[in-house]
C-alpha cells in the first residue's frame, strides 16, 4: 500500500511505537503532541486503519483505539466513510459540548436549550430561604459538615423523587448530589477505571462525553431506532469486547426524543445481565411523563444506578440530584462525592428536599408539563410538512432536514441570522453515521421570540441552502 500522502502522520507514529508502553496509547499520545504543536495541521486526514496498521506492523484494532483516543480529547473527528480529520484548533474545545448559558448577544432567539420553564419556583425560592433565616437550629446543621450520602431527610426525599421515574429506593440506597452531571460523574468515578469501556446510544447527551474524557474512560456509541438503544447492538458489542458499562436514556432520549417500551427495557436488561455490564440509567426528564414505566433496575437491580434531579421539571440553578444505587455501590459513589466536593451544598438540597417532600416539586413538574404543551401549541403551526417528533412532556422536537440541506450547514445559517439550534453531529458519539437531524427546543425564549424563531427555522427549511433569511 501506498503511504505517501500520509507520510507525516506514519513517520510520527512509527517514533512511537518503540515506548514500550501499549502501543495504541504512544501511537495516540504522538499524534495527540503533533495535532497541538503543528505538525499535523487543522484538516488533515489521518491515514486509513488498515494503511496506519500496515506501516506500523500493528493490528487495525490498536489504531483504532489510538484514533478513538484522540477524538475523545476533541482533536479530531471522524467523517462516516470519509475518514478522520484534525480539527482547527477553533473546533476542538467546542466539539460535544454545550455552554453553560448564552453568551447574552441582543436579539439572540436560543431554541438550543433543553431547561425548566422559568415560573413561580423564583418566588418560592424566597419564600423558602426567608422560613430557612428564621430555624437557627437547621441553619447550625446545614452550616456545618454532613454525611457524604446527604441527611437522612434528604435521602428520603431522593427516593420520594426517584420513585416518580419507576424505580423503588428506599433512602439508604440514595446518595444526594449537585444535580445530575455530578450524579453522573460519581457514578462513573466509582465504577470506571481509566481506558474502561463505557457504551451509549451513538446519539447521547453531551455531558457524558465531557465526563468520559475527563476520567480517561473510553467512549463508544451505538445503534439506535426511534425507541432508543438497540439491544441487538448493546449483544454484539459485549461479544466484540469487554462492556463495562451502558450509560442509556430509557424515557424521553436526548435529543431524538424516545421512550423505550417494557420490552425494550426488560431486553436490554437481560443482555446487561448476561454481560455482567452496569447500567446507569439516566432519568433526569423522566419525571415529566405520567405515568412512568418501570426503571430498568426493574430487570436487574443488582446492576442498575438511577440519575434524577430537580434540574429538568423545578429549577435547573438548585442543583440538586439524587443517585439510587444497589446497596454495594452506594458507599464507593459517597466516596467520589466527598472527592469532588465532599458533600452535596446541604442549603439547596434541603430546599430541594423541602419540596419534595411537602408536594412543591410535583406541583412545579405539572406546571411544566403544561406549560411545554402550552408552548408546543403555539410553533406547531410552523411544523406543518416537517418530519418533527416529539412527545408528551418532552420540551424539544427532533426534526429530519429534507434534502439536500445538511444540520451542521443549517445550524450554522440559523445562528448567523440570530436563531441557535443544535445538530445531530453535536450529540454523536462512536463512527456510525449521523443523521440530517436537529433539536429545537421550546423552553429557552418567551411566546413572541418563540413563534418568530420556529417561522425562521421553517422558512429557512422552504427557501433551501444557500439563501439569506433577511
Given at each position: 500500500?501506498?503511504?505517501?500522502k500520509?507520510i507525516?502522520?506514519?513517520?510520527?507514529a512509527r517514533?512511537?511505537?518503540?515506548?514500550?508502553r501499549p502501543?495504541y496509547?504512544?501511537?495516540?499520545?504522538?499524534?495527540a503532541?503533533?495535532v497541538?504543536?503543528?505538525?499535523?495541521?487543522?484538516d488533515?486526514?489521518?491515514?486509513?486503519?488498515?494503511?496506519?496498521?500496515?506501516?506500523?506492523?500493528?493490528?487495525?484494532?490498536?489504531?483504532?483505539?489510538?484514533y478513538?483516543?484522540?477524538?475523545?480529547q476533541?482533536?479530531?473527528?471522524?467523517?462516516?466513510?470519509d475518514?478522520?480529520?484534525?480539527?482547527?484548533?477553533?473546533?476542538?474545545t467546542?466539539k460535544?459540548?454545550f455552554?453553560?448559558?448564552?453568551?447574552?448577544?441582543?436579539g439572540?432567539?436560543d431554541?438550543?436549550?433543553?431547561?425548566?420553564?422559568?415560573?413561580?419556583?423564583?418566588?418560592?425560592?424566597?419564600e423558602a430561604?426567608?422560613?430557612?433565616?428564621?430555624?437557627?437550629r437547621?441553619?447550625?446543621?446545614?452550616?456545618?459538615?454532613?454525611?457524604?450520602?446527604?441527611?437522612?431527610r434528604?435521602?428520603?426525599?431522593?427516593?420520594?423523587?426517584?420513585?416518580?421515574s419507576?424505580?423503588?429506593?428506599?433512602?439508604?440506597?440514595?446518595v444526594?448530589?449537585n444535580?445530575a452531571q455530578?450524579?453522573?460523574?460519581?457514578?462513573?468515578?466509582?465504577?470506571?477505571?481509566?481506558?474502561?469501556?463505557i457504551?451509549a446510544?451513538?446519539?447521547?447527551?453531551?455531558g457524558?462525553?465531557?465526563?468520559?474524557?475527563?476520567?480517561?474512560?473510553?467512549l463508544?456509541?451505538?445503534?439506535m431506532?426511534?425507541?432508543?438503544l438497540?439491544p441487538?447492538?448493546?449483544?454484539?458489542?459485549?461479544?466484540?469486547?469487554?462492556v463495562?458499562a451502558?450509560?442509556c436514556?430509557?424515557?424521553?432520549?436526548n435529543?431524538t426524543?424516545?421512550?423505550?417500551?417494557?420490552?425494550?427495557?426488560q431486553?436490554?436488561?437481560?443482555v446487561?445481565q448476561?454481560?455482567n455490564?452496569?447500567?446507569?440509567?439516566?432519568?433526569a426528564h423522566?419525571v415529566?411523563?405520567?405515568?412512568?414505566?418501570?426503571?430498568l433496575?426493574?430487570?436487574?437491580?443488582?446492576?442498575?444506578?438511577?440519575i434524577?434531579?430537580?434540574?429538568?421539571?423545578?429549577?435547573?440553578?438548585?442543583?440538586?440530584?439524587?443517585?439510587?444505587?444497589?446497596?454495594?455501590?452506594?458507599?464507593?459513589?459517597?466516596?467520589?462525592v466527598?472527592t469532588?466536593?465532599?458533600?452535596?451544598?446541604?442549603?439547596?438540597?434541603?430546599?430541594g428536599?423541602?419540596?419534595?417532600?411537602d408536594?412543591?416539586?410535583?406541583r412545579?413538574?405539572t406546571?411544566q408539563?403544561?406549560e411545554?404543551?402550552?408552548?408546543?401549541a403555539?410553533?406547531?403551526?410552523?411544523l406543518?410538512?416537517?418530519?418533527?417528533r416529539?412527545?408528551?412532556?418532552?420540551?424539544?422536537?427532533w426534526?429530519?432536514?429534507?434534502?439536500?440541506?445538511?444540520?451542521?450547514?443549517?445550524?450554522?445559517?440559523?445562528?448567523?441570522?440570530?436563531v441557535?439550534?443544535?445538530s445531530a453531529e453535536?450529540?454523536a458519539?462512536g463512527?456510525?453515521?449521523?443523521?440530517?437531524?436537529?433539536?429545537?427546543?421550546?423552553s429557552?425564549?418567551?411566546?413572541?421570540?418563540?413563534i418568530?424563531g420556529?417561522?425562521?427555522?421553517?422558512?429557512?427549511?422552504a427557501?433551501?441552502?444557500?439563501?439569506?433569511?433577511d
Amino acid at each position: 500500500m501506498r503511504v505517501n500522502k500520509y507520510i507525516d502522520a506514519v513517520t510520527i507514529a512509527r517514533s512511537a511505537v518503540s515506548d514500550g508502553r501499549p502501543r495504541y496509547r504512544v501511537i495516540g499520545e504522538a499524534l495527540a503532541q503533533a495535532v497541538l504543536d503543528g505538525r499535523l495541521r487543522a484538516d488533515a486526514k489521518l491515514p486509513p486503519l488498515r494503511v496506519l496498521a500496515d506501516a506500523l506492523s500493528v493490528t487495525v484494532g490498536t489504531v483504532g483505539r489510538a484514533y478513538a483516543e484522540i477524538e475523545r480529547q476533541g482533536l479530531v473527528t471522524s467523517r462516516v466513510g470519509d475518514g478522520t480529520y484534525v480539527l482547527p484548533p477553533g473546533e476542538r474545545t467546542q466539539k460535544n459540548e454545550f455552554d453553560n448559558a448564552p453568551d447574552g448577544k441582543p436579539g439572540l432567539i436560543d431554541l438550543s436549550r433543553n431547561m425548566h420553564i422559568p415560573g413561580e419556583e423564583s418566588a418560592l425560592l424566597g419564600e423558602a430561604l426567608l422560613r430557612l433565616g428564621g430555624d437557627r437550629r437547621v441553619l447550625t446543621q446545614l452550616g456545618s459538615y454532613l454525611p457524604d450520602t446527604g441527611l437522612r431527610r434528604h435521602r428520603e426525599a431522593g427516593a420520594q423523587w426517584i420513585g416518580l421515574s419507576g424505580r423503588n429506593a428506599v433512602a439508604e440506597q440514595i446518595v444526594v448530589t449537585n444535580g445530575a452531571q455530578h450524579a453522573l460523574l460519581c457514578t462513573m468515578m466509582a465504577t470506571l477505571r481509566k481506558d474502561e469501556l463505557i457504551v451509549a446510544e451513538h446519539l447521547t447527551y453531551p455531558g457524558l462525553v465531557a465526563a468520559a474524557r475527563g476520567l480517561g474512560v473510553r467512549l463508544d456509541g451505538l445503534a439506535m431506532d426511534a425507541q432508543g438503544l438497540l439491544p441487538e447492538a448493546l449483544e454484539e458489542a459485549c461479544l466484540r469486547q469487554r462492556v463495562h458499562a451502558l450509560y442509556c436514556t430509557p424515557t424521553l432520549h436526548n435529543p431524538t426524543t424516545g421512550t423505550m417500551d417494557l420490552a425494550r427495557r426488560q431486553a436490554i436488561a437481560e443482555v446487561c445481565q448476561r454481560h455482567n455490564v452496569l447500567i446507569i440509567e439516566d432519568d433526569a426528564h423522566g419525571v415529566l411523563v405520567a405515568p412512568h414505566l418501570p426503571s430498568l433496575a426493574q430487570f436487574a437491580p443488582s446492576r442498575t444506578v438511577t440519575i434524577g434531579s430537580l434540574t429538568k421539571a423545578v429549577s435547573a440553578g438548585l442543583r440538586v440530584g439524587f443517585i439510587a444505587a444497589p446497596d454495594h455501590l452506594v458507599g464507593r459513589i459517597a466516596s467520589a462525592v466527598r472527592t469532588t466536593c465532599w458533600m452535596a451544598t446541604p442549603l439547596t438540597a434541603e430546599i430541594g428536599a423541602g419540596w419534595i417532600l411537602d408536594g412543591t416539586a410535583a406541583r412545579l413538574c405539572t406546571h411544566q408539563r403544561v406549560e411545554i404543551s402550552r408552548r408546543k401549541a403555539l410553533v406547531e403551526p410552523t411544523l406543518t410538512g416537517l418530519e418533527a417528533r416529539t412527545d408528551e412532556g418532552c420540551y424539544h422536537y427532533w426534526i429530519t432536514l429534507p434534502e439536500p440541506w445538511r444540520a451542521s450547514e443549517l445550524a450554522a445559517e440559523l445562528e448567523a441570522h440570530g436563531v441557535v439550534v443544535k445538530s445531530a453531529e453535536s450529540f454523536a458519539v462512536g463512527r456510525i453515521g449521523v443523521p440530517q437531524c436537529i433539536r429545537t427546543s421550546v423552553s429557552g425564549p418567551g411566546d413572541d421570540a418563540l413563534i418568530e424563531g420556529f417561522q425562521r427555522l421553517a422558512g429557512a427549511l422552504a427557501e433551501g441552502p444557500c439563501r439569506t433569511l433577511d
